[in-house]
């Protein structure tokens, strides 16, 4: 009965966790940066663009230069070919995206919300991504899904930058 209690409680502690995974690469550049949805890989509608506004908060909190803002772009669901042609015809320099995986709240009866992001940089110079991250994060059921994103990109970003 107790290695029960004990596998139950660390199973509850771990599901309540969160994950970083940071590509190591150089500091983020500050320049010449643009924010263009993500994909949504999930059934909430439109959370790849909810995400991305999110995180061209984030950056410009963080004194980043956004050259074109994500308003410049319709409110829907972006494919990947879509998002590749939006990276093509771009001029910025560098170009922040990803995949947004998980982004709803857990159904029962406490409803907890849970993100699974993952950010890419693509660096049209080099053409090529030049930085990711992954964000897996469950939050408590006084916490909000663009609450739980903010922090995850606000964590992730100080480490990067450190």
């Known amino acids: 009965m107790k290695k029960l209690l004990m596998m139950l409680s660390l199973l509850f502690f771990i599901g309540c ?11 983020l550049p500050k320049q010449n940066i643009e924010v263009i949805p993500f994909a949504n890989f999930t059934q909430t509608q439109l959370a790849g663009y909810k995400v991305a506004g999110i995180i061209e908060g984030v950056l410009k909190s963080k004194d980043f230069n956004i050259s074109q803002s994500l308003w410049d772009f319709p409110e829907e669901d972006y494919t990947l070919k879509e ?5 093509e015809n771009t001029n910025s320099k560098y170009i922040v995206t990803g995949y947004v995986n998980e982004y709803r709240y857990k159904t029962g009866i406490d409803g907890e919300p849970v993100i699974s992001i ?14 990711t991250a992954t964000i897996s994060k469950a939050g408590n059921t006084y916490e909000s899904l663009g609450t739980i994103t ?13």
């Open 83 to 87: 998002i590749k042609n939006i990276i």
């Open 17 to 27: 966790g969160e994950v970083y995974n940071i590509e190591k690469t150089t500091n």
């Open 118 to 131: 993952t950010i890419k940089i693509y660096d049209k110079t080099k053409q090529k991504y030049i930085y």
């Open 150 to 162: 903010q922090e995850a990109f606000n964590k992730v970003l100080d480490a990067k930058n450190n």
